[in-house]
């Protein structure tokens, strides 16, 4: 597609809940990159793919927090038992390289109730 | 741990006047800024850039200034338009580093 796709848009999901978001990345795109952004904060990095390896996962919160890409295209970032404070907009970018610009998609907003 | 600081969270500014946002930061390994723009319920979408070998970057209406001294920038919007109303982020990366640090962004209001 033309752009970043994520799905879905809005999440509402029940504490304890575990939840999965889906990224459509830019065809061909070799990096694909998600960040958390809390309300009235900026984006913060969550984890790094180059094709399927993700070679940085340093920004993961928690062990509750999972991202995939196992064919190096479609991204999935689970989210298991689900907690009030994970509750933000989760962004997904891809780019050429690793120095590229980055494309962003327009977020998934998860609300943990 | 903040590295990257935009102390206003809000600006308003009248239509065809300039639009000054401010960004801070304090990692000294920072060598590529950038400004971001965002609409809401959109992502991100790049505006503009400045590497660190540069003090000033211009892109038509939009102009960034890099003083390196003060680990300071800020970004220029002259004119400013009712379009520009929107959330600006500022972000910077270290040399050959693919994670973005940003700011807690300002949200500007463009007044007819």
């Known amino acids: 597609g033309a752009g970043v796709s994520q799905s879905p848009r809005y999440k509402v999901a029940k504490r304890g809940q575990d939840v999965a978001l889906r990224c459509d990345p830019i065809?061909?795109?070799?990096?694909l990159f998600w960040y958390q952004q809390a309300l009235g904060q900026g984006p913060e990095f969550l984890t790094y793919?180059?094709?399927?390896?993700?070679?940085?996962k340093s920004g993961l919160p928690s062990d509750r927090f999972f991202a995939e890409r196992p064919e190096g295209s479609v991204s999935t970032l689970k989210i298991q038992r689900t907690q009030q404070e994970d509750s933000a907009v989760y962004l997904c970018?891809?780019?050429?390289?690793?120095?590229?610009?980055?494309?962003f998609g327009s977020g998934t907003r998860l609300t943990v109730v | 741990d903040q590295q990257v600081k935009q102390n206003s969270p809000s600006l308003s500014v009248q239509e065809g006047r300039i639009s000054i946002l401010n960004c801070d930061y304090t990692?000294?390994?920072?060598?590529?800024f950038l400004w971001y723009k965002k609409y809401p319920a959109e992502g991100p979408t790049f505006l503009i850039s400045?590497?660190?070998?540069?003090d000033k970057n211009e892109d038509g209406r939009f102009t960034v200034f890099l003083n390196k001294s003060a680990k300071h920038l800020s970004l220029h919007i002259v004119p400013s338009q009712p379009g520009d109303s929107a959330v600006y982020f500022c972000?910077?990366?270290?040399?050959?580093?693919?994670?973005?640090?940003f700011g807690a962004g300002t949200t500007v209001t463009v007044r007819a």
């Open positions: 400045i590497s660190s070998i540069k």
């Open positions: 065809s061909g795109h070799v990096s």
């Open positions: 990692n000294s390994m920072f060598d590529y």
């Open positions: 970018a891809s780019s050429q390289g690793q120095n590229y610009g980055y494309t």
């Open positions: 793919f180059q094709n399927e390896a993700q070679l940085d």
């Open positions: 972000a910077a990366s270290g040399i050959n580093d693919y994670k973005l640090s």
